[in-house]
Structures are given as C-alpha cells and as structure tokens.
C-alpha cells in the first residue's frame, strides 16, 4: 500500500461515502477495512430517510438506491408513524434497504470513481506528527496520510488512539435481533409487556425469522462477547413462556440505548465520522443516515483543506455545524427510548403523544427532525434559506432545461443567478459554478412553506446555501472567501 493525501479506516456506509465526496473532489484517498469482504455478519441498518436520499440524488446515484429498496414511510417516533408524503422535496417518503445492499451500491460507485479499498487490513495504532498521521497495521506495515478518518463505529479505535473523550449516557436496556429458523411460528407483529418493545417478522420469499426481543437485563457489547443461541433462548423463554424452538441461525447480535457523543470531531490531523462520533439506540432508524450527512458535511472541506484551497480553520466548521445535528438527534433518541418503556403510565403519555402527532403542526415538525429535512446550520441571520438544504427547483437555463441537484453531480460549489446576467466571481471561477436561471414554481420548505425568492443563491457542495442575494448583493465576496478560499491572484 502506498501512503494517500486521506486515509479513512472503516469501509461502512459513512465511510464510503466520504471516499466518494473526496474522489469527486481529485483527492487521493483510500479505505482501510478490517472486513475481508463486503459482506456483513448480523442485521444492520434497514433504512434511508429523504435527505440520506436527496444526497444521493445530488450526486446523481439515488435511482441506484431506488431500483433496490421499496419506497416507505419511514419516519417514526418511538414506533408512532409519520406522514411525509405532502413535503415538499422530490423524495417525500424513506427507502427500506439493507445496509449490505447499500455499501453494495456505495463500494460499486467508488469502484467507478477508482477509489482503492485495503479489505482485511487492521489499525492497531496511529501517531500524529505536525504534516501527518502514521497509522500502523495488524501485519506489522506503516502507511501515512495528510489527513486519517475513523468512520470505525462506536468503539472506534481512530477516536480512542486520538485521545478523543466519548461522553454520555450507559445503557439502561439491551434487545437481541436474529435472523433464525423457528419449529414453532410466534404471533407475527410488535409485541409490547412490562420488558419492553419486541418485534417478530418473517422475511420475504419465505426465508427466516427476524426477531427482536428486549432483554430483561442489560447485555453486554463485545467483540469477545457476542450473544448466543442460548442468550437468544433464554430472552424468549422469558418473554414469551417459549423459545419456538429456534434453531440455525443466520446472525444474532446485540443493541443497547448507550447514547454517547466525542467531546470533538476533530484532533488536528484526525477526524471522525458516524457512529465514532456519537451512538444512540436504533430507535428512529437515523445513526446510519446522520453518517452519510457527516460524511457529505466533511468531504468537500476536507478537500479544500487538502489541496491549500482554504485554511485547515475551515475543518472546525465541521464540527460547529454536524456537532449540534447529533446532539439534538441523541436527545429526541432517548426520548424515544423512555416512551418505548411499558407502563401505565408511560402508555397514557404515549398516548397522549400519538394524539398530537395526528395533529399537522406536530407531525410536520417531528417529520422533518427525524428525516433530516429540517437542518439548518448556523451561518448568522438572514433569509429563511441561509444555512439550510438547497430546494430542488426545476430550472431554465441557457443549456436547457435542469435541476439545482442535477447541478449538483460533482460535488462542486454552485452560484445559481436568478437575476439579471453578470453576476462576476472571476476570482473564484476556478473553485465555483456559476449558473444563470429562471427558476420554475415557487420556493418551498418543510414546515416553514413558501418562502421569498431570493435573486441569487450561493450552494456548498453539500447542498447547503452559503449565501443568498438580494437585491443589492452584498457580502458574497465574504462568503465566498469563508467557504471557498481566498480570491485567486
């Protein structure tokens, strides 16, 4: 292996989509993985909300993910469902996939983008030096980068080795999924008891059994500890009078509600990502779609950073921004959490909360917290689109006609002109797009609704709008210069 501008350890999905952020971006990067091959040992992640979807979209790979998946409402608080189908984006609805089918689609689009990927290599260790991250590996080899990423989950040894602190809150309950053959067939469905939330399902074509079963104490989460048919046996004796008489085994695995965050997303020269910066219980389906935003959040800087186009200052953005995203999602998490618990009186408030999220108002708000549709980055005051996703208007350009994701594609920064022609950015035409276009209907959010049009838009990468026009266009200059770099001479 040769040494690579950016090193990410971990080829799930966060990533892998940060190689491809970076690829699209000419950085040289590559993926340690410690899995010998794409295939992955339990069940995973089952889902992708509308923004994971809307990314992939801007970067022109969503039908991939579509032509696998069935389209769904997803979203969900605490098992209660949502309603997104009257958003407005393109994608108002969630997609059930696995996640071994999309790291598939991921690992196939880098494989396009050339993207080189070490399988059944281990990092035992790393050492930052003032130009560098030497990183050392299980066979004994040194390998070094500008800039390394752990994306290795949550008891990832990228953070550990940075000295990165992982503050938060121990579990206080621990369920056990399996896919397994069953003598005896349970009543299909949740379930809901003193223990807590449990799921059986049998899945499509007549293959096995998927169930989830809370346990009555707490279990453990280890590498050298992983649950047995046994433990399995046990928690559904104890839950259901029976075991079913389960037997053959595809996976079984452990998840608690441990909910942590790193104190930093960022030591120096080392950054992290996903579920190595923060962990919560599944409920909600969000930990492997907050990945992807914090992947989609860090490429384009990173690489900026990485070829000298902006100052390394740019890196904390990072953290200002995706930090307070993962904290808010923790909390509502642990309320999820606290409502999924089985009483009376916890029944009464669930009730209560079932009620006001039939309401409008309530179940927009919610839907769009829990879909990723609602972000908005602090970038200081100013119109309702500063700081938040890019609508995806249809367009009339002098090319014909478009789409402000199709614009998109290659992950560059996009300077949309709705006003009259000569908008000048000479300086950073180098760095930055600029489009001149009429935009088509109106602009619109979620929650918020129709929203002013502006007479021109500066878009990140990311989607996000850095900057909007009015009509006196003032500080573009500045903003450009903040996210993009100084001016070329």
Sequence with gaps: MKDHAVVIVGGGPTGLMLAGELALADIDVAIIERRVNQELVGWRAGGLHALSI?????????????????????????????????????????????QSRIERILADWLGELAVPIHRGREVTGIAQHDTGVD????????????????????????????????????????????????????????????????????????????????????????????????????????????????????????????????????????????????????????????????????GWKLAQVVKKMSPEALLDTYHGERHPVAQRILCKTMAQTALLRCDDRMDALRD??????????????????????????????????????????????????????????????????????????????????RVDAKPVGTLELPVLGVIPAPTAVLIRPDGYVAWVGDLHRTGLTDALTTWFGPPAS
């Design 54 to 98: 809307e990314l992939f979209d801007q970067r022109g790979i969503a039908d991939r993910f579509l032509a696998q998946g069935q389209v769904a409402q997803v979203a969900g608080f605490a098992w209660i469902r949502l309603d997104i189908s009257d958003f407005p984006t393109p994608h108002p609805y969630g997609l059930a996939l696995k």
């Design 135 to 298: 990183i050392e590996l299980a066979d004994g080899k040194l390998l070094r980068a500008d800039y390394l990423v752990g994306c290795d989950g949550g008891r990832s040894l990228i953070r550990k080795s940075a000295g990165i602190d992982f503050p938060g809150w121990e579990p206080t309950t621990s369920c056990l999924i399996a896919e397994i053959e069953v003598d005896e067939e349970p009543q299909w469905g949740l379930r809901r008891d003193r223990t807590g939330t449990h799921s059986f399902s049998r899945l499509a074509d007549g293959g096995p059994a998927r169930l989830v079963v809370t346990e009555r104490h707490v279990g453990q989460i280890s590498r050298a500890a992983e649950p047995t048919l046994h433990d399995l046996s046990e928690a559904l004796i104890a839950v259901c009078g029976t075991d079913y008489g389960i037997h053959s085994p595809s996976s079984i695995s452990r998840f608690t509600d441990m909910t942590r965050q790193a104190a930093t997303y960022r030591a120096q020269r080392v950054l992290l990502a996903g579920d190595a910066a923060h962990v919560h219980f599944p409920v909600g389906g969000q930990g492997l779609n907050i990945g992807i935003h914090d992947a989609v959040n860090l």
């Design 352 to 433: 209560t909360m079932s009620e006001l999220l039939k309401m409008d108002e309530p179940r927009k708000r919610i839907g769009a917290m829990l879909s990723g549709l609602d972000i908005r980055y602090d970038l200081g005051e100013g119109h309702e689109l500063l700081g938040r996703r890019m609508p995806d208007l249809d367009l009339v350009t002098a090319d014909g006609p478009s789409r402000v994701f199709a614009l998109l594609h290659h992950a560059r920064p996009l300077l949309l002109n709705f006003g009259e022609p000569g908008l000048e950015i000479a300086p950073w035409a180098d760095r930055v797009r």
